[in-house]
Each structure stands twice: as C-alpha cells, then as structure tokens.
C-alpha cells in the first residue's frame, strides 16, 4: 500500500468516526460575515518517481458560506531519489508557497466539500555526484477536498492539488492531511 492510499485510508476513518460518534454533539461553524481559520498537516508530493514528504500551513479567510482565500507554505521534510534519464537524482523540496481562491460546498451542518484554484512557487535542490542545483518552479494549482469539524472550531481537512509547473519541469501532485482551526 502506498503512503498515499494509507494518508486517505486513515483519514477517511478519520472522517467516518468522527461523522458516526458526534454528530448531534458537535456545534456547526458560523459562516455569517467573514471568518479566519489555519491549518496545519503533512502533505505528500510525489513527481517523476519522487516521493517528497511536507510539514504544510495554511491561513484563510471565508467570506461568508461559500467564497474564500488562502496562503499556504510548505517546507519538506525528507530527500528523494528519482532517476532522470538514468542519471540518479537527489531532490529536497526547500519550501512552497501558494495563493488560493476557494470555493465551498456545504454538504452538512459540520462538513464541506471545497475547490481550490491558485498559483505558487515551489524552491528545489537538486544534486548528483559533484553538482548541486537549486532552483524555483512556478506553478498553477488546481484540486479540491473535503472538511468536516467536530465542533465550532476544530476540525480535519484532506484535499489533493495538482501543480502544472511552468517551463516544462514534471507537474506535482500533492495529497495532504490536516488539523484546521476556525479563529
């Protein structure tokens, strides 16, 4: 089982168990006005037979139930080996940003389901024996998830981007868990 089908195994059990054991308990977010939440999660990338795992976080504003923005930073956590044509290759993602229009579907009083359309920057390094190359990738970034909080202001959060690097550099998909707090 790869790392990506055990992240949305565990969080769909996640998501069941909290669904089936605190519906009636569990206080619905307000949407009313505009609204602030963060979030914080891993995330894992994966391109061309590199497998990057990410430490990722995220400040957002809702305006009201179905419109809202984001900024999100990732840093990597480990170095992957892929093979460019032959050539084995070290890669280590330094850090990721990325801007965000959102857009929300209430499926329930405590879940959403979300779209997500921005752009980011992504800094890599590169190396093989005797060279080291860093450089920045811009991407466009398009995906969507779902979210489902326990009460007014907890709740877990798992999306999947896709990034379409800019220049001809392989394109990223990116599967991410995470714990989202309304302020």
Known sequence: MTMRMKLLAAAALAGVSAAWVTPAAAAAPNYSGVTYYGDLGYANAADSGADISMLTGTIGARVGKYLGGEFEVSTGLNTSSASVSGIPVKLK???????????????????????????????????????????????????????????????????????????????????????????
């Open 93 to 183: 993602m330094n850090e990721e940003g990325a801007l965000y229009l959102v857009g929300y579907a209430p499926v329930a009083p405590n879940a959403d389901l979300f779209a997500k359309l921005g752009f980011g920057g992504t800094n890599v390094t590169a190396s093989v024996p005797g060279l080291k190359v860093s450089g920045e990738d811009r991407s466009v970034n398009f995906g969507g998830g779902g979210q489902y909080f326990f009460d007014a202001h907890n709740g877990v959060r798992l999306e999947y981007i896709y990034h379409s690097v800019t220049g001809g550099d392989p394109n990223i998909s990116t599967v991410s868990i995470s714990y989202v707090r309304n302020f």
